[in-house]
C-alpha cells in the first residue's frame, strides 16, 4: 500500500481502466470524491481518450496499461472494461500489487474468479465488485425488513430488468443483466442457493440469448425468480419479496417512491371444513418508507475508497462476485439443457461463459 492509501491526509490514487458508458460515470465520482484522485484513465479507443482527455485535464489518458501498473501514485484500479478483459486486468493488477475494483460480473466464469480471489487473499489486496444495488439504500432497508423478521420467513423473491435497449455482442442477458439482481437475492438471504435452472432464446445473434428466465431454489424452500431481457417493450427495474406476514416491493424506476411494504397474507386457521374457510387472508396497511436521495454509484465509490484506507473487505467482495459467477454459470449450463436444474455444485465441475465465442 502506497503512502496515499495509508495517509488519511491524501487522496487514494484512483485509476481507471475502460472509459465507456459506464465508464464515464465511475471517472465522473472518482474525480469528484473528496477522499480520491483520478490519476489515470486507461483504454483502447483514442475518441474516448481523447474526450476522457478533455473533461479530465489533470489524469494521464493513455492505452499503455502497463504504465498504469507501474505508476507508484496509482494505489487502486477501477476496472469497468468489456466483460472478458476482467480476468486478466484484474489478474494482472493484483499481481502489481494493487487494489481493485472490477464492474460486474467478476469474470465470466468459475476457474478465473477463483484464481482473482485466492491472488487478492494471497497478496493481502482488496477486491471489490461492483454489484451496484447492494449498496442501494433501498435493498439495505430490504435486509433490515429481512434480518428484523418484520416480513417473517421470506418465501420466494421475484425480479424483473427488462428494456428495449442495447443489445451485446460479447456477453447475453444473463451476464449483463441478472448480476444486479442475483447479487441481491443472495445478499437478502444470506445464502447461496442449492440448484438453478434457466431457459431462454436467442432472437437477434446466434449463441447469445436476448431474454433468460432463471429459476434459483434454496435450503429452507424459498425460491428466487429473475427474469431478464433487453428485448421488451416495458423498462422495469423491479423486485418483490413475499413474505409470510408482509410482503415488499422494489420499484427502482419509481422517482420518489421506491419502496413500498404490503401489510399483507395469508393464514391457515386449526380448525376447517372446507378449503375456503380454511384460509384467512389479510389485508393491511401500506407503507412508503422515505429515503433520502443518494446516488448507489457515489456509495458503492465511496465505500471502495473507505477500504482501501482502512483495509476492511467489502461488502461485495471478491467471494461475494465468485458466488454470483457460480450461479450464472450454473445457469448457463441449464440454458444448454433446455432448463435442466442444476446444483449449484456441479459448477465447479468445468467452465462455461456467457460471452460469444
Not at 484512483?14 to 469528484?32: C, E, H, K, M, P
Not at 489533470?58 to 478483459?85: F, H, K, N
Not at 476457474?111 to 482488496?126: C, G, K, M, N
Not at 423478521?149 to 428494456?163: A, F, H, K, M, T
Request: charged letters at 25%; glycine letters at 8%.
Amino acid at each position: 500500500m502506497t503512502d496515499s492509501a495509508s495517509d488519511p491526509k491524501l487522496p487514494v490514487g484512483v485509476a481507471l481502466a475502460g472509459i465507456g458508458a459506464w465508464g464515464r460515470n465511475l471517472a465522473r465520482n472518482y474525480a469528484q470524491l473528496p477522499g480520491a484522485a483520478l490519476r489515470r484513465i486507461c483504454d483502447t479507443d483514442p475518441v474516448r481518450l481523447q474526450e476522457a482527455a478533455a473533461n479530465y485535464p489533470a489524469a494521464i489518458c493513455s492505452s499503455d496499461y502497463t504504465a498504469v501498473l507501474a505508476d507508484p501514485e496509482v494505489d487502486a484500479i477501477v476496472i469497468a472494461s468489456s466483460a472478458p478483459a476482467h480476468f486478466p486486468l484484474a489478474r494482472e493488477a493484483l499481481i502489481a500489487g494493487k487494489d481493485v475494483y472490477v464492474e460486474k460480473p467478476l469474470t465470466l466464469n468459475v476457474e478465473d474468479a477463483a484464481e482473482l480471489v485466492r491472488l487478492a487473499e494471497e497478496r493481502s489486496r482488496i477486491l471489490m465488485v461492483g454489484h451496484l444495488l447492494i449498496h442501494h439504500p433501498v435493498i439495505l432497508k430490504l435486509r433490515e425488513l429481512i434480518d428484523s423478521g418484520e416480513l417473517g420467513r421470506v418465501l420466494y423473491i421475484y425480479s424483473q430488468r427488462l428494456n428495449l435497449g442495447t443489445v451485446r455482442e460479447d456477453e447475453n442477458a444473463l451476464w449483463s443483466l441478472a448480476p444486479h439482481d442475483i447479487s441481491s437475492i443472495l445478499f437478502l438471504l444470506g445464502r447461496e442457493p442449492t440448484d438453478v435452472a434457466a431457459r431462454g432464446q436467442c432472437f437477434v445473434h446466434r449463441g447469445i440469448e436476448d431474454v433468460v428466465f432463471m429459476t434459483m431454489g434454496f435450503e429452507n424452500r424459498a425460491i428466487a425468480h429473475v427474469h431478464v431481457s433487453w428485448l421488451d417493450p416495458h423498462k422495469i427495474r423491479r423486485i418483490t419479496v413475499v413474505g409470510s406476514r408482509k410482503m415488499a416491493v422494489f420499484d427502482d424506476s419509481e422517482g420518489s417512491e421506491k419502496l413500498r411494504i404490503y401489510d399483507k397474507g395469508a393464514t391457515i386457521g386449526a380448525d376447517y371444513d372446507t378449503f375456503a374457510e380454511s384460509v384467512g387472508l389479510r389485508f393491511g396497511d401500506i407503507v412508503i418508507p422515505y429515503f433520502r436521495a443518494a446516488e448507489p454509484l457515489r456509495l458503492e465509490c465511496l465505500h471502495f475508497i473507505d477500504c482501501v484506507r482502512t483495509r476492511r473487505q467489502p461488502i461485495t467482495d471478491g467471494r461475494s462476485g465468485l458466488q454470483v459467477v457460480r450461479v450464472l454459470d450454473a445457469a448457463q449450463r441449464s440454458l444448454g439443457s433446455n432448463g435442466r436444474p442444476l446444483p449449484l455444485a456441479l459448477a465447479e465441475a468445468g467452465v462455461h461463459s456467457g460471452a460469444s465465442a
